[in-house]
């Protein structure tokens, strides 16, 4: 988990930028709007809608590129095919910065969404059989944390005692009722009919037909650890500061029916953020220096 420049821009459209971060008033009809590409994993969530929508009355163009995954969006904010993305949390965003020397950045915070167990089989946790199987997202940052759920779930048993990089291989096989499957995170729910549960991102709940209150098990939240987890508009370094990038946020931030779209999409599940881009920033460097540690 979600985030390229849009392309030059004359001086009159910076000055437009400029003054939108300065007012809320829609732009005038006389100035022609800046477009901004935007990669997300999910495009047809209702809410994206909704924010286009509120960003052209602030005179912005917003494209969506929709991804199925999110090996690809990070990639393409790097080659310059977008101008931002919005599908990650905090420690992904880090292990793929120090994993390709890249230095892209939050800035912005959406929400922080609670991380689940899903089954088509079963009804409860105490259901899953001893031996039973468990799918879990395969890239490093959702495969630690879908761990440490299942640790928490009583499923299984870490050597590590559960931390942001713990693998398969810190599972204590004899005190664990399940074994663990790992696959793509795009395919832990379309895989329910071959395992007995799965562990699947927020991105993928609603598309699979599932519904968050049917969760068997998820983790909080709002716990001190999550902070980690809150999900980001990221950008190249050198935009960090962008007024029109830093206007989109603020749009997704304050805009009422957004928020609300956001929320209902996540099952009322989804605690929203207005956490500032330096703490975010830090939080990143933070967790950048965790994940170079644990190399």
Same mark, same amino acid.
């Given at each position: 988990?979600?985030?390229?420049?849009?392309?030059?821009?004359?001086?009159?459209?910076?000055?437009?930028?400029?003054?939108?971060?300065?007012?809320?008033?829609?732009?005038?009809?006389?100035?022609?709007?800046?477009?901004?590409?935007?990669?997300?994993?999910g495009?047809?969530?209702?809410?994206?809608?909704?924010?286009?929508?509120? @960003?052209?009355? $602030?005179?912005?163009?917003?494209?969506?590129?929709?991804?199925?995954?999110?090996?690809?969006?990070?990639?393409?904010?790097?080659?310059?095919?977008?101008?931002?993305n919005q599908?990650?949390?905090?420690?992904y965003?880090?292990?793929?910065?120090?994993?390709?020397?890249?230095?892209? %950045?939050?800035?912005g915070?959406?929400?922080? =969404?609670?991380?689940?167990?899903?089954?088509?089989?079963?009804?409860?946790?105490?259901?899953?059989?001893?031996?039973?199987?468990?799918?879990?997202?395969?890239?490093?940052?959702?495969?630690?944390? @879908?761990?440490?759920?299942l $640790?928490?779930?009583?499923?299984?048993?870490?050597?590590?005692?559960g931390?942001?990089?713990?693998?398969?291989?810190?599972?204590?096989?004899?005190?664990?009722?399940?074994?663990?499957? $790992?696959?793509? !995170?795009?395919?832990?729910?379309?895989?329910?009919?071959?395992?007995?549960? !799965?562990?699947?991102?927020?991105?993928? %709940?609603?598309?699979?037909?599932?519904?968050?209150? *049917?969760?068997? =098990?998820?983790?909080?939240?709002?716990?001190?650890? @999550?902070?980690?987890?809150?999900?980001?508009?990221?950008?190249?370094? @050198?935009?960090?500061?962008?007024?029109? =990038?830093?206007?989109?946020? $603020?749009?997704?931030?304050?805009?009422?029916?957004?928020?609300?779209?956001?929320?209902?999409n996540?099952?009322d599940?989804?605690?929203?953020?207005?956490?500032?881009?330096?703490?975010?920033?830090?939080?990143?460097k933070?967790? *950048?220096?965790? %994940?170079?540690?644990?190399?």
């Open positions: 988990m979600s985030l390229k420049k849009a392309g030059l821009i004359t001086a009159s459209l910076t000055a437009l930028a400029l003054t939108l971060t300065g007012c809320s008033s829609p732009a005038s009809d006389e100035t022609s709007a800046e477009t901004v590409k935007i990669g997300v994993v495009a047809s969530d209702p809410y994206w809608d909704t924010f286009v929508a509120a @960003a052209a009355d $602030e005179g912005i163009t917003v494209e969506l590129k929709d991804f199925s995954d999110y090996n690809q969006p990070n990639p393409a904010l790097s080659a310059g095919e977008l101008d931002l599908f990650q949390h905090i420690v965003l880090a292990d793929y910065n120090v994993a390709n020397n890249d230095d892209l %950045v939050p800035i915070s959406t929400a922080i =969404y609670p991380l689940g167990v899903f089954s088509t089989k079963h009804t409860k946790l105490s259901e899953i059989p001893e031996g039973g199987k468990v799918a879990i997202p395969a890239d490093p940052t959702n495969r630690a944390r @879908a761990l440490n759920v $640790e928490s779930a009583g499923l299984i048993k870490l050597k590590d005692g931390t942001l990089f713990s693998t398969p291989a810190d599972i204590d096989t004899a005190a664990s009722k399940i074994t663990v499957t $790992e696959m793509d !995170a795009a395919f832990t729910a379309t895989s329910l009919s071959d395992v007995d549960a !799965a562990v699947v991102n927020n991105d993928f %709940v609603t598309e699979a037909g599932l519904k968050f209150d *049917e969760a068997l =098990y998820q983790d909080d939240p709002e716990d001190e650890g @999550a902070k980690f987890f809150v999900n980001v508009f990221a950008a190249k370094k @050198a935009d960090a500061d962008n007024p029109t =990038y830093k206007k989109l946020v $603020e749009i997704y931030q304050n805009t009422e029916k957004v928020q609300a779209g956001v929320f209902e996540s099952g599940s989804a605690i929203l953020l207005k956490t500032p881009a330096s703490e975010l920033q830090q939080y990143l933070d967790s *950048e220096e965790q %994940v170079r540690k644990n190399k």
